[in-house]
């Protein structure tokens, strides 16, 4: 059974600092992986999306790297701003199987402090 | 604009009752989600659509009923048999189940009383 964990459960930073957030996951037979950020009280939205064969994905200050053979992945974050300040989830969704589901970390709060 | 729909964002249920969360979305999307969010914990998958008329359980259904009757609307119904609702529901949808990205809705929370 696919369990996806994520280290650490809280993290707290000075505003600028470069971070790494960290995913892992048992089963390395995956079709993609995803890290979405969640804001208290609200629903989830999507950040980047890696599929199997890629290594990394990069959108602005935020990448992710994927190393499937490892079974992990990380949320590498530039120059933290207060505005990035969240939870962030990661995802991974089965090779086989399963239909749509994806399997969740129970995420890691990220504070950044001014 | 384009997006995912829920309602009510607040809900207060009575033991006993059956209670329906809306979502509707208006991005043309295929497949369609409901997730569960207790604190402090991941996403767990209730039901999924991959097409109307058509829906699948996903890993803790019991407790829980949905109808796909239109491509845009995907409701869920909180049965009096689900005997801890009480928690963030989040609808979500894709474009096709498979490797496409995933929109998600503002969620609901539901809250027995």
């Known amino acids: 059974k696919q369990e996806v964990t994520q280290i650490p459960a809280a993290l707290s930073v000075p505003e600028g600092e470069n971070l790494v957030l960290n995913c892992s996951f048992t089963d390395s037979a995956i079709y993609n992986l995803q890290w979405f950020r969640q804001d208290p009280g609200k629903g989830l939205t999507s950040l980047l999306l890696?599929?199997?064969?890629?290594r990394e994905q990069t959108s602005g200050r935020l990448n992710a790297s994927l190393d499937k053979s490892s079974g992990r992945s990380t949320l590498y974050i530039a120059a933290s701003q207060p505005g990035d300040s969240a939870t962030y989830l990661c995802?991974?969704?089965?090779?086989?199987?399963?239909?749509?589901?994806?399997?969740f970390g129970k995420g890691t709060k990220l504070s950044v402090k001014p | 604009d384009g997006g995912i729909t829920q309602s009510p964002k607040y809900l207060f249920r009575k033991e006993g009752q059956n209670v329906t969360l809306s979502c509707e979305q208006n991005l043309n999307h295929d497949a369609m989600y409901w997730y569960r969010q207790d604190p402090g914990q991941g996403l767990r998958l209730i039901y999924y659509?991959?097409?109307?008329?058509?829906?699948q359980k996903g890993d803790i259904a019991e407790g829980y009923s949905v109808s796909r009757e239109k491509k845009e609307s995907f409701p869920l119904t909180v049965t009096s048999a689900q005997k801890n609702p009480t928690a963030f529901y989040l609808c979500?949808?894709?474009?096709?189940?498979?490797?496409?990205?995933?929109?998600f809705g503002e969620g609901s929370w539901l809250t027995v009383v």
């Open positions: 659509s991959q097409i109307v008329n058509d829906f």
């Open positions: 890696i599929q199997s064969s890629q």
């Open positions: 979500a949808s894709q474009l096709a189940v498979g490797g496409n990205t995933i929109y």
């Open positions: 995802a991974v969704k089965a090779a086989e199987g399963s239909q749509g589901n994806l399997i």
